[in-house]
């Protein structure tokens, strides 16, 4: 059994962390092929997420509320207490279909020497309904033996292994703790 620890940055969004919780709870695969740990790590200013996600919860999740607020301090709070090995960062918003996680631990399986895996960013609703956010067009990319390299992971979505985020530093908390978090640490990890 694979054991991963999925990082949760929250800041309000009670009703749609809720339901990505959920969502990530009826993944396939979940306690036959793989554990998971759920950290959620919030700068929310109230308790209000606190409370929502421990009464729904309880154990099922850990909860977390950094210092200082900001996503990519969120992020690197919640992988400084991640149990284990493989560290996956979500959005709180995002709706994870069934075997996204099944599927990323077998793209880390498949591709032993790739430090980061992210995914497929397809818009829910709205004018935008359907259509791919990330990678976009404009993004660079080369496909090789159906897996597609792209210059920049956002992190939206992201796998990594904990050993090598915490090598190139995490993310950036001075720069980029509001925005632009995934494509800071893509350069460090190329860098690397």
Known sequence: MVNVSMVLPCYNRID???QTINLLLSSNGLGKEFFLEIIVSDSSLDNKL???VKEKFA???RYLKPDKPGIATNKNAGAKIASHPILIFCDSD???EPDTIK???NALNKNKTAAGIGGQVVWKNGEKNGTLDRPRKEDRMITVDNTTYIEALYSRYFATYKKVFFEVGGYDEEV???RGEGS???IRYWRA
Request: aromatic residues 4%; hydrophobic residues 50%.
């Open 16 to 18: 749609q962390t809720i």
């Open 50 to 52: 606190e409370i929502a």
């Open 59 to 61: 154990e099922k999740i």
């Open 94 to 96: 995002m709706e994870v």
């Open 103 to 105: 599927n990323t631990i």
């Open 176 to 178: 980029f703790n509001m």
């Open 184 to 186: 800071d640490l893509s």
